[in-house]
């Protein structure tokens, strides 16, 4: 009797536990169904979230309500698809990963395999939330324009603008939503590969031309197949390396980070810019991947940036290595914690949330508000509405002719032309010209570092812009290659210089020698190029250098070889036809240095707004000058420009007033040409110790021979004679402040 009723009392309780576990399954079914479409007697029931007329707040408030803890885990990570050739973050190609991840870096160059893992994402999961598909579209997506260091010394915004929209285009009809560009690292070491991305030296120019990046990028609306969604990279001080060694420590005051690092990252925030991307570096002791102040209290609080902010490749477990956590729990932990919302590649996030989450280390309304930040932006993108893009001719989408139009127009503003000793250049179409170097027929290396899905096939040489220029007149000789010890081409090309009247000796990078982890100890090119250019110099024919690199050089042995130096950078795939034609005289150059020549390596780090020294004629280098080769702006042109005096509206004015600068500007020579006129303003004495003098604007104008322009700069004393203490705060001290154009300056003073 007591075994029978043990029994039955079992089998009570388990029908019991059935029954309790069916009513909990049914309340769970009934709560999801609650959430998701149904049909009723009359039409199905549309969520809120897919409804395109709902105001994204709503939507999103809607969506998280109907979303399990591991998909809103899901939209914090990144993860690659396509075959990655990247040499600086190699990985495979994956296709593993669960129907609805967040966000892919997406490496194809059409957009099928985007387009079927969109499917899955939209028709074979839950909810249908679609992906994000990024890449690195730098400068350029097939059609590839001018690295940013050369866009930089353009001093066109509006070129800049038009390069961007031309590379957003491509990319949103090839299958990416979203680009991780601009660079805006203030960047003062040329041993720094990455110089190559940004705008150079200034806060200013980086801040203004990062803001024209991103109108170009995004244009009026996300929601335009046209456009793609920036990201400002990288956040903050990456261009600080410590010796330019890439991936190191940075040292910097709160100051400085204000008042030199953060401005254009402020700027562009006010431009709209809808991602950022956290640097490698440390920052004081504090990895940028993990920096609670950096990426939350001034970043998301102080700002109010709405946007989200993703990690650079692998650097949440590369806390592990910086020395501040101990596993890859601990590392996604400090990086969620300080305000990192996604998860580039490493799949810390996806491993370890939940359970951050279940021991208290992470809330829910912690994971909310960072995916809350993502799906704003697939919502603004309209990924919701058009998640998969339509099939394009590749004749459509890339490589128009208006698009290497601006290719082709970008490279002509870029290039600088440094020297034109007795005006050597423009080369006269009936002299002999022996093009010599191993840059001259190259065209891979011309593509410069970040080529996107540039092909070397679509390039057009050095030589064969010349060509199309000089026809007949050209004889070539290779001479060397980029570097190693053979010197056996020597004799052919100085046979080949003693046939010419002049000599266009063509130098330069490697691709692969700028851009990410391409640190130098010297900027110096090759010493087999060096000897080249000895060699030839015996001839005694002169020598016009025409360099193509992704940085600042050394050229202290090669400049008092040659008569004339133009500065190519790398300029994409339109670089041959602009080169020739300047070389021609049949366009004037333009370009200015948006980042100093040093005159040698030791000089670095060297840069126009160092601080005010405590002994200005003493602390100098003893064996070298203490000048760099080359100083910011510099730039020459084929005719001559007269500034006249500078004139203020006013000579005193209050710290709330506004007063106008003016100065006329004539083109004097015989030949029309752009002017870029850089407005620069000094504080002699401050509260603080402050640049010698600092760019506040800049303007590029053209002018016809003869002509005089009156250009101008409208004065705000809290925008442009302040200064920023270590907390961020502006002041503007009453006393004598200077406006400098070129050799010309003017004094206002600032009351009470």
Request: aromatic share 10%; proline share 4%.
């Amino acid at each position: 009797m007591k075994k029978v009723f043990i029994k039955k009392t079992l089998v009570f309780s388990l029908l019991l536990l059935f029954a309790m576990a069916g009513q909990a399954q049914s309340a769970e079914t009934s709560a999801k169904q609650s959430k998701t479409p149904h049909k009723t007697k009359g039409n199905p029931i549309t969520p809120t979230y897919k409804r395109a007329d709902a105001p994204i707040d709503t939507r999103i408030s809607d969506l998280l309500s109907r979303m399990t803890l591991e998909e809103k885990i899901l939209q914090l990570s990144q993860y690659i698809t396509g075959l990655n050739d990247n040499v600086n973050n190699i990985g495979k190609q994956e296709d593993e990963y669960p129907n609805n991840v967040g966000s892919y870096i997406y490496f194809s160059d059409n957009a099928k395999l985007r387009n079927e893992l969109q499917r899955r994402a939209v028709n074979e999961t839950r909810l249908g939330i679609p992906i994000l598909f990024g890449f690195d579209v730098i400068h350029g997506f097939r059609t590839i324009y001018p690295i940013p260091l050369a866009q930089g010394c353009s001093w066109n915004t509006e070129l800049i603008s038009q390069s961007c929209a031309m590379s957003a285009r491509e990319a949103r009809m090839s299958g990416t939503d979203w680009t991780f560009s601009p660079m805006i690292d203030v960047a003062r070491d040329g041993r720094w590969g990455r110089v190559a991305e940004g705008y150079g030296e200034d806060p200013y120019t980086n801040a203004v031309m990062g803001a024209a990046a991103v109108h170009g990028y995004q244009g009026r609306s996300l929601n335009n197949t046209s456009n793609v969604a920036a990201c400002l990279k990288h956040f903050v001080g990456y261009g600080m390396s410590e010796g330019g060694r890439d991936y190191t420590a940075t040292n910097v005051s709160r100051q400085s980070l204000w008042d030199t690092y953060l401005p254009p990252y402020e700027m562009c925030i006010k431009a709209g810019a809808a991602t950022v991307m956290s640097a490698f570096n440390d920052i004081n002791g504090v990895p940028a991947t993990a920096n609670h102040y950096t990426l939350t209290e001034v970043l998301k609080k102080r700002w109010n940036f709405d946007g989200f902010v993703v990690s650079d490749w692998n650097a949440v477990e590369q806390l592990i290595p910086q020395g501040v956590a101990a596993n890859r729990k601990e590392a996604a932990s400090k990086a969620f914690s300080a305000g990192l919302d996604m998860d580039m590649k490493d799949g810390c996030y996806q491993e370890h949330m939940s359970d951050l989450v279940k021991e208290g280390k992470i809330t829910l309304q912690q994971i909310d508000a960072s995916v809350a930040r993502i799906l704003r932006l697939k919502f603004q993108l309209g990924l919701f509405e058009n998640p998969y893009t339509p099939s394009y001719k590749e004749s459509e989408r890339i490589l128009r002719t208006e698009d290497k139009r601006i290719a082709a127009r970008m490279a002509e503003e870029s290039i600088v032309l440094l020297k034109n000793e007795n005006n050597l250049l423009p080369l006269n179409k009936n002299q002999k010209i022996a093009v010599i170097g191993p840059m001259a027929k190259d065209k891979e290396n011309m593509l410069g570092s970040w080529k996107g899905h540039g092909r070397a096939g679509d390039v057009e040489s050095i030589y064969e812009g010349l060509e199309k220029e000089f026809g007949s007149q050209l004889l070539y000789a290779a001479g060397c290659d980029f570097d190693g010890e053979d010197t056996s081409g020597f004799a052919s090309a100085c046979s080949t210089a003693s046939q010419a009247d002049v000599v266009l000796l063509c130098l330069g990078e490697k691709r692969e020698w700028s851009g990410e982890n391409a640190s130098r100890s010297t900027i110096a090119l090759p010493h087999i190029q060096e000897q080249l250019t000895t060699e030839l110099q015996k001839c005694g024919k002169p020598i016009v250098l025409v360099l193509s690199n992704g940085r600042p050089l050394e050229l202290c042995r090669l400049e008092p070889l040659c008569k004339a130096i133009v500065e190519l950078w790398q300029p994409g795939i339109a670089g041959g036809t602009p080169l020739a034609g300047i070389l021609s005289g049949r366009i004037n150059p333009s370009g200015k240095l948006c980042i100093t020549f040093p005159l040698t390596s030791g000089q670095i780090p060297i840069y126009y707004n160092a601080r005010q020294s405590a002994r200005p004629e003493q602390g100098q280098y003893q064996d070298i000058s203490t000048l760099p080769l080359y100083e910011f702006t510099h730039g020459l042109s084929y005719t001559t420009y007269s500034y006249g005096n500078l004139s203020a509206s006013t000579m005193r004015i209050t710290k709330n007033d506004k007063l106008t600068v003016e100065i006329p500007v004539t083109n004097t020579g015989d030949m029309d040409g752009y002017e870029t006129v850089h407005w620069f303003i000094s504080d002699p004495y401050c509260s603080i110790s402050r640049p010698i003098k600092e760019l506040k604007k800049f303007e590029k104008r053209f002018l016809k021979k003869g002509e005089t322009a009156l250009f101008s700069f409208e004065i705000e004393p809290k925008r442009d004679f302040s200064y920023i203490n270590d907390n961020g705060s502006r002041f503007v001290e009453s006393g004598d402040y200077y406006v400098i154009v070129k050799d010309k300056r003017i004094k206002i003073e600032v009351v009470d």
